[in-house]
Each structure stands twice: as structure tokens, then as C-alpha cells.
């Protein structure tokens, strides 16, 4: 009898150990929206003429920090100055996508995209909307997909100390993401910054955090950018 117990007793163990490393497999998994990721970007306005000017971008993300290949984007774009406060552009971006730890499917991007932007200040603050519309056809390995979206940004440099004297300032920003495809909300963009201005043409470097918004996930961001605007006439 007490073999009979202790063989249960030992079966029962067994069974209850295989039933729960399943749920502890899935205790361990990781997923996107638990890292801290992080955007290295360059960001470059070069006037060619009075009232033209070159955009230029390279961003490249992070899963997490230095680690776990997120996306390549490259942006290029022409843009016109219709007076000193407001700004029309037009351009193409390319977006390479790394699934999470490689668990899907790579996708490439290919965009265009036309925005309105429009500036102003208030004391030590300078204020710029920026509207966006992006026509994006997304590449899969067997898919070919074609979306629009459009995109309101509202963005604040704030100066610490004498905008005239102090390099240093204060840099916020909100941005939504509206689908023209089904479901409206894609996702928002939630930033502020530390910033060191390195000249009057608007080039800076700054260091920076981001909340990545999605529906029903956040996505936290360290951010890295350097703004260079010589300009080439």
C-alpha cells in the first residue's frame, strides 16, 4: 500500500510539474510594450535658395536599449517657405521594419508625404503646428498593402534663460496618428527634452524621452537627436 501511495503521490507530482511549465513559459515571455527602447535621429534643414530649403533624416530604433533591431527610416523632401511663419513640403520616407526578437514578419515602406507647417512665439516660447497626410505602401514578404494617414503635431521650444543669450531650452511635443483606414486612432506620440541650441540656424542636439501610444499599449522611448541646418547657398 505504501508503494502504491508513494507511486500517486509521485505520478501526480510529475503531472502537476508538466502542467505548469507551460504557464511558466508563458510568465517569462517578453513583449514589446515591457522594454525601454531607443531612437538614434538625425534631423537636417538645408536652405538652397531664399525661400527653399532641403529636409534630410535617418532615424534608427530599438527594441531596447543598443539592442533588438526595431526599424531604418530615411526621409528626403523639398521644403517651400510661403512667408517667415509658414512652411509647405512634399517628400518620399523608406521604412525597413524588424519584427520583436524576430518573431514576424519584416516589412518594407515606402511613403509620400505632403505637410503644412506653421510657427509662432509667445515670450521665451516658440509654438509650431505641423500637419502631415502619408500615403504608405507596406511590403511584406507575399503582401502588398496601401494605406493613408494623416498627422497633427503641436511642438514647443521653450528657452531657459534669455533666448537670445542661453543655449539651453526645454523641447515638447504631442503628436497623433489618425488612420483613413478603418479604425480611426493609429497611435500618439507623447516627447519631451533636454536641448543645447549649437548655433542660430535651429541646429541642436537633444536628449530626450518618448511615450509611444498604440490602442491598448504604451511603448517608452529614450531618444537621441541631432538637428543640423548649415545653410548651402
Avoid at 114 to 133: A, K, N
Amino acid at each position: 500500500m505504501t508503494k502504491r501511495l508513494a507511486g500517486a503521490l509521485l505520478a501526480v507530482a510529475v503531472a502537476g510539474f508538466g502542467l505548469s511549465t507551460p504557464l511558466l513559459a508563458q510568465e517569462e515571455v517578453r513583449e514589446p510594450k515591457d522594454e525601454l527602447g531607443i531612437w538614434l535621429m538625425y534631423f537636417g534643414r538645408n536652405r538652397v535658395a531664399d525661400r527653399s530649403s532641403i529636409h534630410s533624416e535617418l532615424q534608427l530604433r530599438y527594441w531596447e536599449l543598443f539592442q533588438n533591431y526595431n526599424q531604418l527610416l530615411i526621409r528626403v523632401g523639398y521644403n517651400f517657405d510661403i512667408d517667415p511663419k509658414n512652411m509647405a513640403s512634399a517628400g518620399y520616407t523608406f521604412v525597413y521594419t524588424s519584427p520583436f526578437e524576430d518573431s514576424g514578419v519584416t516589412t518594407d515602406e515606402h511613403q509620400l508625404w505632403q505637410q503644412y507647417l506653421q510657427r509662432s512665439s509667445l515670450g521665451r516660447v516658440d509654438f509650431e503646428h505641423r500637419f502631415r497626410l502619408e500615403e504608405r505602401w507596406i511590403l511584406g514578404d507575399a503582401t502588398t498593402d496601401f494605406l493613408m494617414r494623416i498627422r497633427y503635431r503641436i511642438h514647443l521650444n521653450v528657452a531657459l534663460g534669455r533666448p537670445a543669450t542661453s543655449p539651453f531650452f526645454l523641447s515638447f511635443y504631442d503628436e497623433v496618428m489618425l488612420s483613413l483606414h478603418g479604425g480611426a486612432f493609429d497611435q500618439n506620440r507623447l516627447y519631451g527634452a533636454f536641448a543645447y541650441a549649437l548655433d542660430r540656424s535651429g541646429s541642436s542636439v537633444q536628449l530626450g524621452y518618448l511615450l509611444n501610444t498604440f490602442s491598448g499599449e504604451n511603448r517608452s522611448r529614450l531618444q537621441v537627436a541631432f538637428f543640423f541646418n548649415p545653410d548651402l547657398r
